[in-house]
């Protein structure tokens, strides 16, 4: 059952400089899910130890090119290390598939990777290992400490920047040059 959009699903939060929190100090974080009850999303710009490979091995999955099997596994946040989510394109129903905006979505399911272990899965998609979590009304308040700048998100973006380079060109898209922004936390 598709849930109703909500104002910060499919938007991306970029940490400013200030948040020393090192879960996500320099991330950029993809918001799934955003209701009265709090938030999920994943990071986009992090890399985790493991390649897509790996983890077709510990799911007993079979196949995949090489290009695909090489492909970096991303840390997707704090929350439920174990699970993996995958960002794709693409209008085909999966098992268990949230639309997060228009045409991309996040599904958790095992049948998305068997499909693109077959050449049959989504044209572009990124796999993670755990999510971010919020509390009700944490998020919200969060940006209002200016801990995150808000952004929507785009395919090019989490699918075709490289990830080092997705947490300033997140904040180019609105005009922000991360690297004049000062970091206030503990300055007199």
């Known amino acids: 059952m598709p849930l109703d959009p909500t104002p910060l699903a499919g938007q ?3 940490a400013l400089p200030a948040l020393s929190d090192p879960n996500f100090a320099r991330s950029v974080a993809l918001i799934c899910q955003h209701d009265e009850d709090g938030a999920m999303g994943v990071v986009v710009n992090r890399a985790s130890e493991y390649t897509l490979a790996e983890v077709f091995e510990q799911m007993d999955i079979e196949g995949g090119d090489a290009l695909l099997r090489g492909q970096a596994v991303l840390a997707g946040g704090p929350v439920h290390p174990e699970r993996g989510f995958v960002i794709h394109d693409g209008g085909r129903a999966w098992d268990s598939s949230l639309e997060i905006a228009d045409g991309l979505y996040v599904t958790t399911s095992r049948d998305v990777l068997e499909a693109m272990a077959r050449g049959d899965g989504p044209a572009r998609a990124a796999v993670a290992l755990g999510c971010a979590g919020w509390g009700a009304g944490q998020l919200e308040h969060e940006l209002t400490e200016n801990s995150w700048l808000t952004v929507p998100a785009d395919a090019e973006l989490l699918f075709s ?6 947490w300033q060109t997140a904040a180019g898209r609105i005009g922000v040059d991360l690297q004049r922004v ?5 300055h007199a």
């Open 161 to 166: 920047i490289p990830l080092e380079a997705r």
């Open 182 to 186: 000062a970091d206030y936390s503990g």
């Open 12 to 14: 991306l939060l970029i």
